[in-house]
């Protein structure tokens, strides 16, 4: 199947710092990747649509000068956690299309863990 | 807002069992899929049935669909130590276009005792 990867996979940081997650699609061109967070025990929330050069859809509730989206080429998209608090503190997943025939699949990321002292 | 609702919560069984998740949901969808979260890690794609299927096999999964009663469930027969994760159920509803986005139900973690 088709591969998709973050990085980093792991951060600690500062309350008050900016981190950046990178989600990419390895083996495959997606114009469409989505980003999801997952508190623990707890499903997968949609935050946002990334869509390749345009701005992101952001669902409601979602602050989108809290959470900058990126995604400028068609196998990179970047998820910006700006001025991080601890209840930022979760998993971020990302997923990717990819498009086969007539069949998109959507492909998801392994995921990064994010804590904020 | 959730789509999915899976029941039970969570499920332990024997190594060798059959474990039965349901998932219902409340709005009309396009497809619904299935998928696995080991812990701590990103999601695999189980399996997807359109609205216009009732049963869908690969493997040792079963999944079926009713939409009448807006409600899915996976069936993992023989089930192995190596099947404990948390599943999940989510949603595609129609007429969104290609790169539709899913909708995740709260999940159910199965605990496989070896």
């Known amino acids: 199947g088709a591969v998709v990867s973050q990085h980093p996979s792991r951060v600690i940081c500062k309350s008050g710092t900016s981190v950046k997650i990178e989600c990419r699609s390895l083996?495959?061109?997606?114009?469409?990747m989505f980003w999801y967070r997952q508190f623990p025990k707890k499903s997968l929330m949609l935050m946002a649509t990334?869509?390749?050069?345009?701005?992101?859809?952001?669902e409601q509730g979602v602050e989108k000068d809290k959470f900058l989206i990126n995604h400028a080429s068609l196998t990179l998209s970047t998820l910006t956690v700006t001025s991080a608090h601890p209840e930022d503190s979760s998993f971020y997943i990302c997923?990717?299309?990819?498009?086969?025939?007539?069949?998109?699949?959507?492909?998801f990321g392994p995921g990064t863990r994010l804590t904020v002292l | 807002s959730q789509q999915g609702e899976e029941d039970p919560q969570a499920l332990s069984i024997q190594e060798g069992e059959n474990a039965t998740m349901n998932c219902s949901y409340k709005t009309s969808i396009n497809n619904l899929q299935w998928y696995r979260q080991n812990s701590g890690r990103g999601l695999v794609h189980l399996i997807l049935?359109?609205?216009?299927?009732r049963e869908k096999h690969s493997g040792r999964l079963r999944v079926t669909l009713d939409t009448s009663k807006k409600s899915s469930s996976l069936l993992i027969t023989a089930s192995r130590a190596a099947d404990t994760a948390s599943y999940f159920c989510?949603?595609?509803?129609?007429?969104?276009?290609?790169?539709?986005?899913?909708?995740f139900g709260k999940g159910i973690t199965l605990s496989v005792r070896p």
């Open positions: 049935i359109r609205s216009n299927e």
């Open positions: 083996d495959f061109q997606a114009t469409t």
């Open positions: 997923s990717a299309y990819r498009r086969e025939g007539a069949y998109n699949e959507q492909f």
């Open positions: 990334s869509n390749e050069g345009s701005k992101a859809t952001y």
């Open positions: 989510a949603t595609v509803p129609p007429f969104t276009g290609a790169n539709s986005k899913l909708t």
